[in-house]
């Protein structure tokens, strides 16, 4: 009988001891998978928050203070005037990914009844318009107040597009792909009233529904219509200039700028307002890290965290296998004498030991990785589920920044990292056994044999 056929025979009636050793390396694979995965997610997704929409600054209007004549208190906002000269030095000053100039105006549209506010007629009907290259990039679909249902979003490479609620959409049985004429409206405030602009009625604007929003505000009829939320139309910039409320390459309302490195705002706003060819008297920066700092240290604990649990997890299972597979070659010393005594090499006897820790081990690998799949994807939504970023790129800034990967997507290994995490466990039980085999291949059979009748062991 060679020592296969031992291994496979004392596997088969040692069941007890043999599911010990099963459940030992079972529970530790399980647990090595799921550090390594949990500690691979938090790398990969700190990475990707770094260059998600990480941090922002803003230009806009500085506001100016002063007591009138009565003695009461007048705040008058300057109107902001960047042309692309200006942006294009702007954009030169750092890393910064993506610029989002914004135009603000309003219109109306035979094919559009705008939902009803406060004293709504004939004249008011109609909504404001916000005018920008990426509307992905507008605060309301950052701070996801509003959300893309349908159809994409408006891009720098997009004309004549505009974006509609989903309320006003249904109000007038519009959808994607839909084409209107919109007409220049300029609100006229007496009291409460608005009016349309009859100078303006030459100008018009041609444009198609690229997509369709879902806002997260109720209906307000205390409002007039057109400042009613769901009667805002996000358009391309060209659309207000063929409305003649905008001039081309000249933004009055703010720009936002948005930088790869969250880590690299502070200097790349330093060097913003160290430009001369903006009045900085009637401009201001705000920033905007998106809570970055804060989640990057979060990350940094939780990597911490599970990296000393890896130092001890792998500590603790490679004594415990040590000490497990210790205290069952002790037991199978007068096994070993016999065989011995037969004049069985030391060699076969080892390997003998040796096949059975690993066919055990082998089954326990293949099932612990099945059940690692379902583990390390809970660990990954209990510890990392609130870190999931938009990444920022070309792909979610014309389908919406709110499609965030999956955690389980973060914390998945290849296939070469698996294999690694196993080839180590084997190695560990492969010297467990080798160490605890110690005791035999340094003893002589008589030895073993005086040991075995003296009660030695």
């Known amino acids: 009988m060679n020592f296969v056929q031992r291994a496979m025979l004392y596997i088969s009636r040692k069941k007890g001891k043999t599911a010990s050793l099963f459940l030992v390396i079972f529970v530790v694979s399980v647990f090595l998978i799921s550090c390594f995965g949990v500690l691979n997610g938090?790398?990969?997704?700190?990475?990707?928050?770094?260059?998600?929409?990480?941090?922002?600054?803003?230009?806009?209007?500085?506001?100016?203070?002063?007591?009138?004549?009565?003695?009461?208190?007048?705040?008058?906002?300057?109107?902001?005037?960047?042309?692309?000269?200006?942006?294009?030095?702007?954009?030169?000053?750092?890393?910064?990914?993506?610029?989002?100039?914004?135009?603000?105006?309003?219109?109306?549209?035979?094919?559009?009844?705008?939902?009803?506010?406060?004293?709504?007629?004939?004249?008011?009907?109609?909504?404001?318009?916000?005018?920008?290259?990426?509307?992905?990039?507008?605060?309301?679909f950052i701070e996801k107040t509003a959300v893309l249902a349908e159809g994409t979003h408006i891009t720098d490479a997009d004309s004549g597009k505009i974006l509609i609620s989903k309320q006003l959409a249904d109000a007038n049985h519009l959808s994607v792909g839909d084409k209107l004429t919109l007409l220049p409206a300029k609100p006229e405030k007496a009291e409460i009233a608005y009016k349309d602009d009859q100078s303006l009625k030459a100008a018009y604007a041609k444009v198609e529904i690229s997509g369709i929003y879902q806002l997260d505000a109720e209906k307000s009829a205390n409002k007039p219509t057109v400042s009613i939320p769901h009667n805002e139309i996000y358009a391309s910039l060209d659309v207000l200039n063929a409305l003649q409320e905008s001039e081309p390459?000249?933004?009055?309302?703010?720009?936002?700028?948005?930088?790869?490195?969250?880590?690299?705002?502070?200097?790349?706003?330093?060097?913003?307002?160290?430009?001369?060819?903006?009045?900085?008297?009637?401009?201001?920066?705000?920033?905007?890290?998106?809570?970055?700092?804060?989640?990057?240290?979060?990350?940094?604990?939780?990597?911490?965290?599970?990296?000393?649990?890896?130092?001890?997890?792998?500590?603790?299972?490679?004594?415990?296998?040590?000490?497990?597979?210790?205290?069952?070659?002790?037991?199978?010393?007068?096994?070993?004498?016999?065989?011995?005594?037969?004049?069985?090499?030391?060699?076969?006897?080892?390997?003998?030991?040796?096949?059975?820790?690993?066919?055990?081990?082998?089954?326990?690998?293949?099932?612990?990785?099945?059940?690692?799949?379902?583990?390390?994807?809970?660990?990954?939504?209990?510890?990392?589920?609130?870190?999931?970023?938009?990444?920022?790129?070309?792909?979610?800034?014309?389908?919406?920044?709110?499609?965030?990967p999956q955690i389980h997507n973060y914390l998945k290994l290849n296939a070469m990292e698996t294999l690694l995490i196993y080839l180590c466990q084997i190695i560990v039980i492969m010297a467990s056994v080798f160490v605890s085999s110690i005791m035999i291949l340094r003893l002589k059979p008589k030895e073993i044999l005086s040991k075995m009748t003296t009660g030695g062991f």
């Open 42 to 140: 938090s790398k990969r997704l700190s990475k990707d928050i770094r260059a998600s929409v990480g941090a922002a600054f803003y230009i806009r209007a500085n506001t100016q203070v002063s007591m009138n004549e009565d003695g009461q208190t007048e705040v008058k906002e300057n109107q902001i005037r960047i042309t692309q000269r200006e942006i294009d030095q702007i954009m030169g000053t750092g890393e910064i990914i993506y610029c989002n100039p914004v135009n603000y105006g309003f219109a109306r549209s035979d094919a559009i009844e705008f939902i009803a506010g406060k004293n709504h007629t004939e004249e008011s009907n109609m909504g404001k318009v916000t005018a920008l290259r990426f509307s992905a990039l507008a605060p309301q």
């Open 249 to 404: 390459d000249i933004y009055t309302g703010e720009v936002d700028f948005f930088i790869a490195d969250p880590a690299e705002l502070h200097s790349i706003t330093g060097n913003v307002r160290a430009l001369q060819t903006i009045d900085w008297g009637v401009h201001l920066i705000r920033t905007n890290d998106f809570q970055y700092l804060k989640i990057a240290e979060r990350l940094s604990s939780m990597g911490d965290l599970v990296k000393i649990l890896l130092v001890l997890v792998s500590a603790v299972s490679a004594l415990f296998l040590i000490l497990l597979l210790t205290m069952r070659m002790r037991g199978r010393m007068q096994e070993a004498g016999v065989l011995l005594a037969a004049g069985i090499p030391k060699g076969q006897i080892a390997a003998g030991f040796l096949w059975e820790a690993l066919s055990v081990a082998l089954t326990a690998l293949v099932l612990s990785h099945i059940v690692s799949l379902g583990a390390i994807n809970f660990w990954g939504n209990s510890l990392l589920g609130e870190l999931s970023p938009n990444l920022l790129n070309d792909e979610t800034l014309r389908l919406g920044t709110n499609g965030a």
